[in-house]
Each structure stands twice: as structure tokens, then as C-alpha cells.
């Protein structure tokens, strides 16, 4: 018999010697975490975020190095009919007077009416680091509310950046802090429904928990050389616990299933590395493959993101081939204690007993019509799915504006009142503009002229005041004007307004000036330019992934069609995840369900990140049954008896990884941010739909008819005779027998 892969050799000697074996784990862990604390982290600037006009804008408003403190208002307004000027001005004069007392606050403004004399607004400037204001804005919000007690006849709120920064900061803490709280005891409770035993539903995460620390700290440690942003952390977790679950959930199943067969302990270990350790490497291949594709987005948010998931996808790959296999051949049959008695009754018949294999009846059923029928059954399912998909074509990206920010906090609702009120503290576009010194005066004349052209423009709001503050650097050679527009930042009227300043007024304005460089910034460019960026991405970012990802199966299967069927099957499934974000968020009617109000857009990061990490995932499903087909077909099984072995043999474990997948993932659906409403529905409803059409219909359809031109390949890329097995073919379901 020829060398036993590394795979096995690593898993037998970790069985071997459980305690070095688990001893060496905890002490990698340890290491990599508090290694990472130590070195700090490295966080992404505005240079490594820079990303079309946009980004130019930001660089050219940075180097004025301005200071721009933060800002807050007091807004004062009827509670109903007509604002009392009398008493608004004293309302005005009494909120002045005990802000100038708090700490902190730098400066109090003079009160300033609205034009149609509904509002009363009273500016704040902060003092220290704009950056940390929100976590120091609260006093001046205990302030304003005592002035709001003092004059009951009125209502007195406060607004600004600090205070909606607090007010979104604590809720997306609530958010993270319940979906922390849920998805743990969800995972377990789905991992022990599978297994019927408390330990064995505790190993997968365990090992995923612990993957997911590792990679923390190694994240920590890489982002010096790849900066990381507010992202990363949150995306290793997700990853993390997704991909060490399903790694453990496949190993232990398998080592469960041959010591049910009556194999010693360590056999069956050696076994589960053969068979689904070699399946778990090939899937963290595969998922390392698609989320590197993100390094070629050039961008420092995917890049960061790319960086965090490759880690914790290897860790979780070397946890599954080392210390899984040590504490497997440790605990021996106390994985299955403590039962849970009808539970365990329920997996002992799905799993069979020592000596009586089960035969599962659920599957052969779905499976029937695609081994009886393979070819009306594909052309159905995949017509279904491309129905499914088609909304994709129509699919718009933008970022989310403070439109779609939940109205639940007092904060969003007086932000409401301002922009409505004063309709330039609003959506704005920033002109950034860099020339010589000595053209300052001829820049700033010209920004005036142009505030001047857009007043009169009904696409842009007319500054408030005494007219246009445009702001010159130290230097004198940056100037800066906040452009705003009385319409929402996804709008189209916001779109039109900032392509006529980039199209025609602001290089008519800025014509003749020697030397001259300017950008058109802001939130709309924002977003239409990340929108542009992703777009023009996305084809390189799909053609490494689809390339690497064939040949990597091509090799695994030494079959050129099961690679190309993957490829295939993979994206129908990610078209079809997109066809149905679209149907769900581009329109109204599903915002009651799920509570939310439709954008009319999908947020502009996701396309990519949803392409390259369910790309990712669903290869852990499709390497683990194609797998089994494959181990069937080795052992002299006629092709269709081994589809059917192989999707029922691999159903309920797939089944219960994907149960873990969507139950994680649809807690997301629950937070109040839509970009985390879209990212938890498309990613659950993709895999959903990978793990039950895509794997269960159009797989065994396609591989039914393709019968054994499944496995040709050039005689470069073919298999070397196998050895005679070691047992006969397993036998095919009775229920099955009849499709032939």
C-alpha cells in the first residue's frame, strides 16, 4: 500500500498522542491571540479607503489639514400650529446659557430662524477630537432635555453627527449584542438536534470558537501589513463559525458512522481524515481561493476582509486535521454522552446502530424524479432558478443614506425636522479644490460665483445665512464649498445635481486657473463611485475565482466536467441568491415582513462579498457529497446507484450544516441597519437554496445523465488504478433500485 496522505498521517498521529496533540492547539491559540493584542492593530487610513473622484476629493480635503470640530444643534419648534417666536427665543437664550456651563462644549452660536420661520435653530461647536465626540455628547443631550422640561409649551431636541453617531452606536449595540446572544444557542440547539449528544454538538464549537480567536490575533499581527478596518473582526466571525462548524460537523458524522460499522476508534478516525478530512481540505481550498479573489477588488475594505477570512478558514482547516481528530479518539464513544433521549433515538435511526445501517426514506423520495427523470427534472429546476435569477439584470447598487437609518430614536427624527427646516444641513456635495497660493483669490471668487449659480438652481438648496462659507486652508492652497441639494442622497434628483457639478459647473467655474485640481465629493459621489468601482471589479474578481476553482476541483476529482459542473451549479446558485435579494429589496413588498423601507437598491458592497463567499461555502456541500459519489464509484458502484449513495449518505449532515448556516445567518435579517437585512437574507436564502435544488435536484439530474462521462479527464490528469477495496459497495436504497 502507497503513502498515506498528510491528511491521515496528521489525523493518526493526533488520535495517537490526543494530549501533545491538544496541548499544541491551545498553546497555538494562546499565542496567536495574545501575540496579535500585543502587536496592536493597524487600522486602514482615507488614503487606503480612496476610491474614484471621490476618493481624490477626500485626499485634496486632507491635505488642507483643516479643523473641522464637531458640531451639534438645538432645534426648537411648535409642538403644533405656529411657532411662538417669543418664546422660542427664550427657549433659545435659556439653552444657550446652560450649555456655555458644560464641559466640552467649545462655543454656542447665535439662533438662527428657518426662511418659512417654523424653526428655531441654536449652532454648537464641540471642543476635542471630532472622532470621539459621539462618546462625549451625551451631557450636552442631558442639557437639552432639562431645557426641554423648562419649556414644555415647545419642542427642544438636539442634533448633529455626535448625537446620531451615539444614537446609531447604541443601536447596532443592541443588534450585535442580541445576535451574539442568539446565534451561539442556536447553533448549539441545531447541532444537537443533528447529533442527540451534548458533546458531540459542543465539539464543532469549540473548534470553531477557537479557530475564530486564533484568527484574531493572526488578523491583528497581519494588519500591518494589509490595514484593517472596522469590518474585519466581525467578518472572521462569521466566517469562522460558519466554516468550523461545518468542517467539524463533517468529520464527526463520519467518525460517528464508521464506529457505528464496529471499527475501533482509531480506525475510524483514520477513515474520517481519508474521506471527509480530505473533503474539508479541497472545501477550505476552495473558500481560501474566492476570498483572496478579494485582493484583486483593490480595495482596503475587501482586501482587509480577504486577509481576516483566508486566516480563519486555514485555522478552522488545520483544527479539523489535528486537534478534532485528537479529541475524537479521546472522548471515544463519550461523544455521544450525554444523550438526549428522544433526540438520540431520532439520530441513531437516521445514523444506524451497530451492525443496522438505516436507510433513510426522505431523500430517495426527493431524489426519485431526478434518477427517473434526470432530463425534465434538470430543465425544470434550472429554469426555475434562472426565473429566480433574472431580477439580477435589473439590480441597482447604492450605499444607504441616513434616509434608511431606523426612525425608532429621537435623534433621527429631529434630523428629520432640521433637514426639512434647513434643507442645506442635508445631503451635500464637497468641491474640493487644490491650486497655487497664489491663486486663492481667483478660486475663491469663482467657488462664490458657483454657490452663487446653484442657489438659483432647484436641484441644489441655497446656503443658509450670510451666504456661502467656503473654507482656505493654512497654506492657502485648498479651498473647500459644501454644495448641498434639498433631496434624499439616493435620489435621483441628489444624482442629477452631483453630475451637473462634475459635468458642467464646477470646470466651468474653475476654468483658466493656472495649475488648478479639483474633485466632486460627498456622500452621493460616495456612493456612485464605489457603485462604478464594484461593477468594474467584480468580472476580475469572478474569472480568478471561476479559474482557480476549476482546477483545483479538476485536480481534487481528476475530472474536467465535475469541475465544470461545479462551476456551473455554483453560479446558478449565487444568480439566483441575487435574483432574490432584488425581488425582496428593490421593492415594497416585503418591508412589513421584515421591517424595513425598500432603497430601491442593494448596498453596493454586497454583489462582491455575496459572490465570493457563498461561492465559498457552497463548495464545502458540493466537495462533501461529490466526494461520496466519488468514494462509491471507486468501489465499483454503477454511476446512478452512486448518485443516490452518495446525496443520501451526505444528506443529513449537509442538511444540518446548512440548517446551522441559515439559522446564523437569519439572525442578521433581524438587526435594524439594511445592509445587514441583506446580507443575512441573501446569504441564508443562497444557502437554502445551494443545499436543498441546487444539491438534491439539478446535481443528481446533471450527474444522472452524464452517467460515467462524469469522471473523463485527459490521461495527464487521470487517476491511477486503485487498489482493490477494502470492503464491497455499499448497496443501493431499495427505494432507489426501481429508478434504473
Known amino acids: ?72 444643534n438645538v432645534l426648537i419648534t411648535a409642538r403644533s400650529g405656529t411657532l411662538d417666536q417669543a418664546a422660542a427665543k427664550a427657549a433659545a437664550q435659556d439653552a444657550a446659557g446652560r450649555l456655555r ?92 438536534i443533528a447529533f442527540g449528544a451534548l458533546i458531540a454538538a459542543g465539539v464543532p464549537v469549540l473548534l470553531a470558537l477557537s479557530s475564530v480567536a486564533a484568527a484574531m490575533g493572526l488578523s491583528t499581527l497581519a494588519s500591518h501589513l494589509v490595514p484593517a478596518t472596522d469590518t474585519t473582526a466581525s467578518v472572521i466571525l462569521l466566517i469562522g463559525m460558519a466554516v468550523g462548524v461545518d468542517y467539524s460537523l463533517f468529520y464527526v458524522r463520519r467518525e460517528r458512522e464508521e464506529r457505528a460499522k ?69 472522548l471515544g464513544r463519550w461523544v455521544d454522552r450525554p444523550r438526549v433521549p428522544l433526540l438520540w433515538r431520532l439520530t441513531a435511526a ?16 426527493v431524489l426519485r424524479p431526478a434518477l427517473r427523470a434526470p432530463t425534465a427534472t434538470l430543465l425544470i ?38 433637514t426639512a427646516a434647513f434643507p442645506s444641513n442635508g445631503t451635500s456635495h464637497t468641491v474640493a479644490v487644490r491650486a497655487p497660493a497664489d491663486q486663492a483669490d481667483r478660486v475663491r471668487a469663482a467657488l462664490t460665483g458657483l454657490a452663487g449659480r446653484t442657489a438659483t438652481d432647484p436641484l441644489f438648496a441655497p446656503a443658509e445665512g450670510d451666504g456661502p462659507e467656503i473654507k482656505v486652508s493654512a497654506d492657502r492652497r485648498v479651498s473647500v464649498l459644501e454644495v448641498a441639494t434639498p433631496y434624499a442622497s439616493r435620489s435621483g434628483e441628489a444624482s442629477r445635481s452631483l453630475h451637473e457639478l462634475r459635468r458642467d459647473l464646477v ?39 471561476l479559474a482557480l476553482t476549476f482546477l483545483v476541483m ?30 425582496v429589496f428593490q421593492s415594497d413588498w416585503a418591508g412589513g415582513l421584515l421591517g424595513f423601507t425598500s432603497m430601491d437598491a442593494i448596498v453596493t458592497w454586497l454583489p462582491l462579498f455575496l459572490f465570493v463567499v457563498l461561492f465559498g461555502l457552497s463548495m464545502d456541500y458540493h466537495v462533501f457529497v461529490v466526494s461520496r459519489i466519488r468514494e462509491a464509484v471507486d468501489r465499483g ?67 444522472t445523465l452524464l452517467g460515467d462521462a462524469n469522471w473523463w479527464a485527459p490521461r495527464f490528469l487521470r487517476r491511477r488504478p486503485a487498489t482493490p477495496p477494502a470492503e464491497p459497495p455499499p448497496a443501493p436504497a431499495p427505494e432507489l433500485v426501481g429508478a434504473r
Not at 283 to 306: E, W
Not at 351 to 363: C, H, I, K, T, Y
Not at 648 to 674: D, E, H, N, Q, W
Open 507 to 545: 470646470p466651468a467655474a474653475l476654468d483658466g486657473i493656472p495649475g488648478v485640481e479639483y474633485a466632486v465629493g460627498g456622500g452621493v459621489a460616495a456612493s456612485e463611485d464605489y457603485a462604478d468601482h464594484i461593477w468594474a471589479k467584480l468580472p476580475v474578481v469572478a474569472a480568478f475565482v
Open 350 to 365: 437516521r445514523g444506524g446502530r451497530p451492525g443496522q445501517p438505516a436507510r433513510p426514506r426522505f431523500w430517495p423520495a
Open 1 to 72: 500500500m502507497g503513502r498515506r496522505p498528510v491528511t491521515v498521517r496528521l489525523a493518526r498521529w493526533s488520535a495517537e498522542h490526543p494530549w501533545r496533540a491538544i496541548a499544541l492547539w491551545v498553546v497555538f491559540v494562546a499565542v496567536c491571540f495574545v501575540g496579535g493584542n500585543a502587536a496592536g492593530l493597524n487600522e486602514a487610513t482615507d488614503a487606503d479607503q480612496a476610491i474614484g473622484e471621490f476618493g481624490r476629493a477626500e485626499m485634496i480635503v486632507n491635505g488642507g489639514d483643516f479643523h473641522d470640530p464637531a458640531t451639534e
Open 637 to 703: 458502484m454503477p454511476n446512478r446507484d452512486a448518485v443516490a449513495y452518495g446525496i443520501t449518505s451526505s444528506a443529513g449532515v449537509v442538511t444540518s450544516a446548512a440548517i446551522v448556516m441559515v439559522g446564523v445567518f437569519s439572525i442578521f435579517a433581524t438587526l435594524s441597519m439594511i445592509d445587514f437585512k441583506q446580507l443575512g437574507i441573501g446569504l441564508a436564502a443562497a444557502i437554502l437554496l445551494d443545499a436543498t435544488i441546487i444539491r438534491a435536484v439539478v446535481l443528481p439530474s446533471v450527474m
Open 554 to 583: 479538476a485536480w481534487t476529482f481528476r475530472s474536467v466536467v465535475v469541475a465544470l459542473t461545479s462551476i456551473l451549479l455554483n453560479l446558478l446558485s449565487v444568480g439566483a441568491a441575487y435574483g432574490l435579494l432584488v425581488l
Open 101 to 192: 456651563q458644560v464641559e466640552g462644549v467649545a462655543s454656542v452660536g447665535t439662533p438662527v430662524p428657518s426662511r418659512d420661520g417654523t424653526t428655531l435653530l441654536l449652532p454648537i461647536t464641540m471642543a476635542g477630537d471630532p472622532a470621539t465626540a459621539g462618546d462625549r455628547v451625551q451631557p450636552l443631550r442631558d442639557t437639552t432635555a432639562r431645557v426641554q422640561e423648562a419649556h414644555p409649551e415647545l419642542r427642544v431636541e438636539q442634533v448633529g453627527g455626535p448625537s446620531i453617531d451615539k444614537a446609531l452606536d447604541d443601536t447596532l449595540g443592541k443588534d450585535f449584542k442580541r445576535a451574539e446572544l442568539l446565534s451561539l444557542p442556536v447553533t448549539l440547539a441545531i447541532l444537537i
Open 381 to 418: 429546476s434550472v429554469a426555475l432558478l434562472l426565473a429566480l435569477a433574472a431580477p439580477a439584470l435589473g439590480m441597482k447598487l447604492k450605499f444607504p443614506g441616513a434616509e434608511d437609518v431606523p426612525r425608532t430614536t429621537p435623534a433621527m427624527q429631529a434630523y428629520d425636522r432640521l
Open 262 to 330: 464496529g471499527r475501533s476508534g482509531l480506525d475510524a478516525v483514520e477513515i474520517a481524515a481519508e474521506t471527509s478530512g480530505h473533503a474539508v481540505v479541497v472545501s477550505g481550498t476552495a473558500v481560501i481561493i474566492s476570498m483572496a479573489g478579494l485582493l484583486l477588488a483593490q480595495d482596503a475594505i475587501f482586501s482587509s476582509l480577504a486577509v481576516g477570512s483566508v486566516l480563519v478558514v486555514a485555522v478552522a482547516v488545520i483544527g479539523s486535521l489535528t486537534v478534532l481528530p485528537a479529541l475524537l479518539a479521546k
